[in-house]
């Protein structure tokens, strides 16, 4: 079954250190892809997207990500993160330009001072 | 600039009562609209979708219904819940297909 894997389910990290989290999907057409996140008790807003061209696109907030098409992954990076990223982070996978927006489960990640 | 708005904010039902939950976006024309529910513990699943007025696919069979009676209104129903319809229900609009989508605040909806 086609499907988005996020590898980390929870992750504690103080500020200043790196962060990637990895998204691997499972479809073999042409697809879009997004990192959305989800600050607490706000909406589900938009980090950053690939539809084509460079591999590496970068965010708002600092965010970049980068599409590695032979490993089918999408792994999201911050090179500093800060006390105000912590939040629920999600990976979604458009196949095909449809209209569906697959996501996986989502990362929570806990940035302590 | 376009903004989505949903209605309740939370909501506690019992088992076996209707559900109407309303989604509307204001700032565009003839978005693409879209229900999603997020269970504990898991992703966004998609339930509904919708294309213009009246069109509705869905994505998967449940005890839910979708209904589009106006251009920027999106409506998720159902006659009688279930507990296993608890969750969070999020709607969201894209300008087309395969674009980024773009979500409300959601509904909190627990049934007892």
């Known amino acids: 079954a086609q499907s988005v894997s996020q590898h980390n389910h929870h992750v504690i990290l103080s500020e200043a250190a790196s962060l990637e989290l990895g998204c691997n999907y499972s479809?073999?057409?042409?697809?879009?892809l997004f990192w959305y996140v989800q600050y607490p008790g706000q909406h589900l807003q938009l980090l950053l997207k690939?539809?084509?061209?460079?591999?590496l696109v970068k965010g708002i907030k600092g965010f970049e990500a980068e599409f590695i098409k032979s490993k089918f992954s999408f792994n999201l990076r911050k090179p500093s993160v800060q006390w105000s990223d912590t939040a629920e982070y999600f990976c979604?996978?458009?196949?095909?330009?449809?209209?569906?927006?697959?996501f996986g489960k989502g990362t929570s990640l806990l940035v302590t001072p | 600039s376009q903004t989505i708005h949903q209605w309740p904010a939370t909501l506690v039902q019992p088992v076996g009562s209707p559900l109407s939950l309303e989604c509307t976006v204001e700032?565009?024309?003839?978005?693409?609209l879209y229900w999603y529910r997020q269970a504990a513990g898991r992703g966004l699943q998609l339930l509904f979708y919708?294309?213009?007025?009246?069109?509705i696919s869905s994505e998967v069979p449940q005890n839910l219904s979708a209904s589009r009676p106006q251009d920027r209104q999106f409506i998720l129903s159902s006659k009688k819940l279930l507990l296993s319809d608890s969750g969070f229900y999020l709607c969201?609009?894209?300008?087309?297909?395969?674009?980024?989508?773009?979500f409300g605040p959601g509904t909190r909806l627990t049934v007892l």
């Open positions: 979604a996978v458009n196949p095909d330009s449809g209209y569906a927006l697959n």
């Open positions: 969201a609009w894209s300008p087309t297909q395969g674009h980024e989508q773009f």
């Open positions: 690939y539809f084509s061209g460079d591999p």
């Open positions: 479809y073999g057409g042409t697809v879009n």
């Open positions: 700032g565009t024309s003839n978005p693409n």
């Open positions: 919708s294309v213009g007025i009246g069109q």
